[in-house]
Every structure is written in C-alpha cells, then in structure tokens.
C-alpha cells in the first residue's frame, strides 16, 4: 500500500488514511483508530507517534470523555493552526488556487489570468502567482503545494509532458521549477483526478468524471483507487465516428470533434457561445451540434462505463454550462442503453481543492514510518 504512487495508482497509506479519519471524525483515541481501520493498536501507535513527530497530529485531552478507568482520555486531532498547503489549477481560462490548513479549512482562494503564449510566460505567470498566494501564508510553514494540470501528466516525475495551448510546453518538470524557486514539496497531477478526488466523499462507488471543455478529459476511480497513469482514459480521442472530422491527434472521428466546444465552434465554423445562443433560440441547425454531442457522448459514457463495471458518472467543465442544450437527450439515450448509468455534474472548481488533497495524501506517503 506504501508504494501507492509508484504502483501508478493511488490509494491512501495507512499513514494518510489515519490522518483523514482524524481529520473526518475530529479527535479520535488510539483504540477508535485501531477499531476504525481494523489495523492493531501497536501499528496505530507508530503511525501516530511520527505524525505527532511530522507535527501533522497533536494529542489532546477530550475532557468531554472518560475512559472505563475513569481516566480523561488522550485524544489525537490534526494541527490545525500552524500547518498550511497551497492547491493550484494551471488552466487556459485561468490560475486559480486555493490555500487550506491541515484540518482542510479554506482560508483563501485566488484566481489569475493565465498567459499560455509561451512556456517561459506560462511558467512566470505560475511562479508569480503562487507568490502571491504565499504572501497570505506568514508566520504558518507550508507544507506542499499541488498543482492540477491539463494535458499528459506524470505525477510521480512532476513532470508536465505536454499542455493543451501553449506550443512551446515540451516536458516541463514543473514540480522541480516551483520546489526550487520556494523551496517548498511540490506535486503535480491530472487536472481530471483532482476534481475527481475533491467531489468524491468516499471511494467506495467505482466512478468516471468527464471534464468538457475545449477538449475531454477523464479520471476514474475503481477500488478504491484512482486511475493516475500517465496518458491512459484519453476518452476525447476515441472514435465515434468511421473516417470522421480530422482531430489535432492525427486521427479521425475523435469524440473531441463532436462534443467539446473546440470541436463543435469548428464543425459549425461560428463561436461557441453564439451556437449555444442559436440553439437556444430554437434554430434547429445550432441544435443539431447539441444533439450529436449528447449522443456520441453517450455512446462513450455507456462503453466505458460497461467496460470498466463504474456507473457512477460524473461531468464537469464549461461546456456543462451549456447543459440545458445537450442533458435531457444524454439521459435519455442513456437510459435506453446504459440503465445503470447514473449522471450527476461537479464542478471544475475543485481542481485546486482536489490538488491540495492529493499533495497532503503523497506528503504523508512521503514519512517514513
Ligand atoms: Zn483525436
């Protein structure tokens, strides 16, 4: 379980998921935690005496309790006050962040333009804007930050191997850049993962999450762990159509072609947000794009889903702003095809959330215990 990254899946060690059940119940004893995780108390005890050593825990007295002996019982809680961890989404339509402490309390959220005309501007702009966002942070150490990013991403090298809109991003090792400008742990993830892992409570249901915007991208939970191999689930660039519209990939008939807004503004050759409001008027041309994205999406939300046995769907992204336009006929195929399929909608704004969750979870795998 120790080497959940390495595995290229990831999964919680035993020392972030005590950290979590912590941070989800409040104060626990030891023995809730043994009980709780099913692990013995001898293990828990290790675990609890090098997070108390990390400073990521700190023991209490729960005078609201006492023990069968009549003793007041110590209890272990997260520390809360002194520790803080940075989230940050590097997207087209924008930087966002979000600054949280180890209770997973936000204290701030920020957003910036982001410049994607070159790597050299793109990285500036990253470097600038976390800046900033340190600049909250005085007096309080933090302890990673993590960054949710587009593209084909290998979290475990931090490497960013290439990005959707800057043309000369080539396999950047943003995780090393950001660590040695702040001197701070670093860690890089799938923008798709991130949303997935901060809109999940628990990871019991497996479960996809589509974002749609100007391309597809997609993550997915199965056991319990998410999907985090580099380059795998590239749904946008599955073919829904035999000899079909030319993709950027080289192929043809790619679903990014008929349900991402790239695509859809191109086939229609006008702006997407005029389409939308074309369609919206009752112009049957415009709707026309909507209803071929509801289908060939739900073409590909019932392959996947069946094939990898998760029914749980999730969508997010700009173009489910657009969702009064393409939602009805999506359910409604689905419902014919995949009756198991259940869609509900996130939001892209748990990127950062999500970033920082996953940067906590691999600075906890990082302790040895
Ligand atoms: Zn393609």
């Known amino acids: 379980m120790k080497n959940f990254i ?51 825990l700190v023991e209490v007295k729960d005078s609201s309790a006492t023990s069968a002996k009549g003793r007041i019982p110590f209890c272990l809680e997260v520390n809360g006050e002194e520790h803080f961890a940075v989230g940050i989404d590097v997207n087209r339509s924008g930087f966002s962040a979000v600054l949280v402490n180890l209770k997973n309390h936000v204290l701030g959220k920020w957003t910036a333009e982001a410049d994607f005309s070159s790597r050299e501007s793109l990285t500036c702009g990253v470097t600038d804007f976390i800046s900033g966002v340190l600049e909250h942070t005085e007096g309080h150490r933090v302890r990673c930050i993590g960054v949710a990013m587009q593209g084909v991403v290998d979290s475990e090298k931090g490497i960013s191997y290439s990005l959707p809109g800057c043309k000369d991003w080539e396999s950047v090792n943003l995780a090393e850049l950001i660590r040695d400008k702040f001197g701070i742990p670093v860690y890089i993830e799938h923008d798709p993962n991130c949303i997935l892992y901060a809109s999940l409570t628990d990871f019991s249901e497996d479960t996809l999450l589509l974002r749609i915007d100007k391309g597809i991208g997609m993550a997915a939970t199965l056991g319990g762990r998410i999907l985090a191999k580099s380059g795998i689930l590239e749904v946008g660039h599955t073919c829904v159509v035999r000899d079909g519209r030319p993709c950027m990939c080289g192929r043809h008939g790619c679903l990014e072609q008929y349900a991402s807004m790239r695509g859809i503004a191109k086939a229609s050759g006008m702006e997407f947000s005029r389409l939308a409001e074309a369609a919206r008027n009752g112009d049957a041309k415009a709707s026309e794009y909507f209803n071929e994205a509801a289908k060939y999406l739900a073409y590909v939300i019932s392959n996947v889903s069946h094939l990898l046995c998760a029914y749980n769907v999730l969508l997010c992204g700009d173009m489910c702003g657009y969702r009064d336009l393409f939602a009805d006929k999506l359910t409604c195929i689905l419902a014919n095809s995949a009756p198991n399929v259940k869609v509900s909608y996130t939001d892209v704004e748990n990127a950062p959330l999500g970033a920082v969750l996953i940067a906590i979870d691999r600075s906890l795998e990082q302790i040895d215990i």
């Open 6 to 56: 390495d595995q290229r899946n990831m999964k919680r060690s035993n020392a972030a998921e005590v950290f979590n059940l912590i941070r989800e119940n409040g104060k626990m004893t030891r023995r809730e935690i043994a009980d709780t995780m099913d692990i013995s108390w001898g293990a828990v005890s290790t675990i609890v005496a090098r997070l108390i050593e990390e400073e990521y």
